[in-house]
């Protein structure tokens, strides 16, 4: 089992930045990628980022040139740094990560959700 806890969320002026910390808890997995989605009220579930053991970001084309991903594999935490924030950006923000799991001796890939932060962004 994994345990993801988000932080940093918060209220910031259209332009501002706000950086995102996700951090992960558990024994016994191996990282494969951590994405980050947000969501507003009515809406589906947005993809944001994602980060690969590599270090390489991929990014939705709303957020490409603003936003940087990142994890530290010895804190087992994920960054995102969101800059030049638009009121588009609202919303509540969540990390995704998944992760290689032995059970009984077979590798499983399994997911995991964190509780997600809140970004609101005044125009």
């Known amino acids: 089992q994994v345990q993801l806890v988000e932080s940093g969320g918060g209220l910031v002026q259209s332009g501002g930045s706000l950086r995102l910390s996700c951090g992960a808890s558990?024994?016994?997995?191996?990282?494969?990628?951590l994405s980050w989605f947000r969501q507003v009220s009515g809406k589906e579930r947005e993809f944001v980022a994602r980060?690969?053991?590599?270090?390489?970001?991929l990014y939705a084309d709303s957020v490409k040139g603003r936003f940087t991903i990142s994890w530290d594999s010895a804190k087992e935490t994920s960054s995102l740094q969101m800059n030049n924030l638009r009121p588009e950006d609202a919303g509540l923000y969540f990390c995704n990560i998944q992760v290689w799991e032995n059970t009984d001796g077979v590798d499983r890939s399994n997911d995991y959700w964190g509780q997600g932060t809140q970004v609101t962004v005044d125009s």
């Open positions: 980060v690969y053991n590599s270090g390489e970001g």
């Open positions: 558990g024994s016994g997995f191996r990282f494969i990628f």
